[in-house]
């Protein structure tokens, strides 16, 4: 079964500054990977999804930016946080196309001051 | 425009008794639908699910019914224990060229007092 990591657990960042969050995915080939974002009281909100290596898709417009540089890897990253950014971030995996369960990691929960 | 809908924010119930989520759905092309219970700071994990083509699916406390004519799906917990005192997310999958994808509901808190 496959197990997803994510890091950091918790971050606070100013206004402005940069974010790098990390997923990695184990036990497992060739995921579809997800990233979501759950604002405070509310669901969750598809942000990009990747088929493969290299291949992103942006379901929301905004300051935030995807890449999959390896096949169990997602990265979520921003030049410049904005107030707004700040949520629970999700990564979430689908074993193959075929299936619909998604496995979701532990989250990161990000504070922009 | 929300194609997945819970309506209710949150829920109390008695420990013991039974709990009611709800969710509605306006996308009549998702065919399986999903309940996820997610614990404060932790990630959803899956919990049932049922295909379209069914109207019910148990799982030992768990039961989750579907009514397509009403685009309609609950799920039930019975009897309630203060364990399952969670946010609840109803999804439902639809296929895309990036495979089946999950539209999510806003989730219901569950309170499950002793």
């Known amino acids: 079964s496959q197990t997803i990591h994510q890091w950091p657990a918790t971050l606070v960042q100013p206004v402005g500054s940069p974010l790098s969050l990390e997923c990695t995915v184990e036990g497992t080939s060739n995921p579809n990977l997800y990233w979501y974002r759950q604002a405070a009281g509310r669901g969750l909100q598809l942000l990009f999804y990747?088929?493969?290596?290299?291949?992103i898709s942006s379901e929301v417009p905004q300051n935030l930016s995807a890449s999959r540089p390896q096949d169990r890897q997602f990265i979520l990253s921003s030049k410049k946080l904005l107030l707004s950014d700040s949520g629970f971030y999700l990564c979430?995996?689908?074993?193959?196309?075929?299936?619909?369960?998604?496995?979701f990691g532990p989250g990161t929960r990000l504070t922009v001051t | 425009d929300q194609q997945v809908k819970q309506n209710s924010p949150s829920l109390s119930v008695q420990e013991g008794r039974i709990s009611i989520l709800n969710c509605d759905y306006t996308n009549s092309m998702f065919d399986y639908f999903l309940w996820y219970k997610k614990y404060p700071a932790e990630g959803p994990t899956f919990l049932i699910s049922?295909?379209?083509?069914?109207d019910k699916n148990e799982d030992g406390r768990f039961t989750v019914f579907l009514n397509k004519s009403a685009k309609h799906l609950s799920l039930h917990i019975v009897p309630s224990q203060p364990g399952d005192s969670a946010v609840y997310f109803c999804?439902?999958?639809?296929?895309?060229?990036?495979?089946?994808?999950?539209?999510f509901g806003g989730g219901t808190r569950l309170m499950v007092k002793p």
């Open positions: 999804a439902a999958s639809g296929f895309s060229n990036a495979g089946n994808m999950l539209t």
């Open positions: 979430a995996c689908l074993p193959t196309s075929a299936a619909y369960e998604q496995y």
């Open positions: 990747s088929v493969g290596i290299g291949q």
């Open positions: 049922i295909s379209s083509i069914k």
